[in-house]
């Protein structure tokens, strides 16, 4: 029979009484990195798991969509016309486009993907999307360096504007995507509509921002109007980018930066990175709101 | 009685749930269409339902607490919002010190990743570091006793190879409160004996245990005190003997001295055969 209560030493806990699990939302994400770090390994490793080819999904993905694109864009309808090293212009879009958008669909499907540890284990629920865009930056990698090798070998001669250009290209779609990732992942536990959605934004992504065709395209059609296709914050990445590695490839970088590039783009780079962290702000706030119901809507 | 009275006036609350009530929401009809036809039709969309209604309870550190009642009586929901895993709908839940165990038989794993992988990742949800979880390693794998399986996805595990490992994490975490939820239920005779000693080498080390099972014989060895549950209702708070007697599990089989035989059988065999 059980020993009695009296009978036994009982253990002095020197913790306060507390709700189980307390949740700061992102900032217990960066407070346990090593959890963080497992997660990004585990991702890594599952994201590709069972296929042949494994991780070179993540270069052959955005290298065929460059073949397409180089060759029906660029040769046939002839969105080239008049632009030097099209194909880097077109690479250098796709890199950045291509973190956006893996960001963000990985991410969706991030809480739904580990359901098995959420509806058993108290954990920040905003690891998993936090995760998946750390693992998206991961694949970015090898994706930027062979665009540097590219532009190395067509003669690059990098402006002072390249890293700091880089680094905001990035800055924004990092924030930007793990808002995204934030709030689709948490709608996409109660409707999985929101999953099917984001295939549809991805694609008009793809279009809506200058890698296919150059920002001066966009001025000749918009007008003075134009400011209106810079408020999407990957049309400014997408432009940071451009700035980063295609001006410093063509023969006259400032010519071609007048022409292609849009005035003011650092104020417009910045001001994109602040409406991200805004949006991420927000973004937190709504799915500290309604992560209590994801463990039992998780099916 | 003095057991209860000596622990009333000396150890801290542990666990703390004050007026708990958590709802549920079961969906019919997800799609528009469905939706739309429902409405037609006159149909409920939705309804929702009480798991638990204005549960009120404290343990006190070192009690070793049997949770009983029948399937879908709340239970596991109940230890869901102890361990932090859902949050109450209205009331609160407050405990003590770090918490570890078992909900529903099974550990959170990731199916993909092997086991020696899982007992990392799981060990970092418990708040681990590596090098900690690296000092309880080997402990973990030799109580699991998975040899070398401990290198192929848990995805491929047995249902008694899976909770084994999770039991196994959840018992070397050094926690202060330790829930177990029908650990027993799969699993072989040996590794429910192994378990049942560990467990109570967990209890005599002055951690709070909540222990939830259907079995009158191993609550009984294990627990010094019965909370039943009935309908997400709080029936019953007290003693062991009385607590089973509460829930009829003794008199299953009609004559009292069976049921005591009964019992006792349940008891070498660990229990979870009711």
Known sequence: MATGVDERPVRIVDAPLAPPAENLGLLSVFKRRYLLKLLVQREISGRYSNSILGVFWSYINPLTQFCVYWLFMGKIMGADKGMEYYPIHLFAGLVIVHFFTETFGAGTRSLLGNKGLLKKMAMPKEMFPVASMLVSLYHLVPATLILIVVCVLSGWTPTWEAVPSLLLALGIVMALGTALALVFSLANVFFRDFGSAVNIVTNYIRFGVPMMYPFSMIVDFLGDKSWIYLLNPISDAVLLFQQAFWIGVTKDPEATAAKHLPDNLWMWGLGAFGASLVLLVIAQVIFSKYENKIPERLT | ?274
């Not at chain 2, 060895?221 to 007697?245: A, H, K, Q």
């Open chain 2, 1 to 274: 009685m003095t057991l209860r009275q000596a622990q009333d006036a000396g150890a801290a609350d542990s666990i703390v749930v004050d007026g708990v009530t958590k709802h549920f929401t079961l969906r019919y009809h997800r799609s528009i269409k469905d939706i739309t036809v429902a409405k037609m039709k006159g149909r409920a969309i939705s309804n929702t339902f009480k798991a638990l209604d204005d549960v009120t309870f404290t343990i006190k550190q070192g009690e070793s607490v049997g949770l009983m009642g029948l399937n879908g009586s709340g239970k596991s929901t109940l230890l869901k919002l102890i361990s932090g895993v859902m949050r109450p709908d209205t009331g609160s839940v407050k405990t003590r010190g770090q918490i570890a165990g078992l909900i529903a038989t099974g550990a959170g794993f990731h199916p993909q990743l092997s086991g020696r992988e899982n007992i990392f990742l799981n060990a970092a949800i418990y708040g681990l570091s590596e090098e900690e979880t690296a000092e309880i390693y080997d402990d973990v794998v030799k109580f699991a006793e998975l040899g070398d399986h401990l290198n192929s996805p848990v995805g491929n595990y047995s249902s008694g190879q899976y909770s084994r490992l999770g039991f196994s994490v959840a018992v070397h975490i050094d926690s202060d409160i330790f829930l177990a939820d029908e650990v027993l239920a799969v699993g072989d005779k040996p590794f429910k004996k192994k378990c049942m000693e560990k467990m109570e080498e967990i209890r005599d080390s002055g951690r709070t245990v909540v222990y939830v099972s259907h079995a009158a014989g191993s609550v009984k060895r294990m627990c010094d005190r019965v909370i039943c549950l009935e309908s997400g209702r709080l029936v019953f708070d007290g003693d062991v003997d009385e607590g089973i007697e509460y829930l009829h599990y003794g008199e299953d089989d009609g004559k009292s001295s069976a049921a005591q035989k009964r019992l006792d059988a349940a008891d070498s065999a660990l229990g979870a055969e009711v």
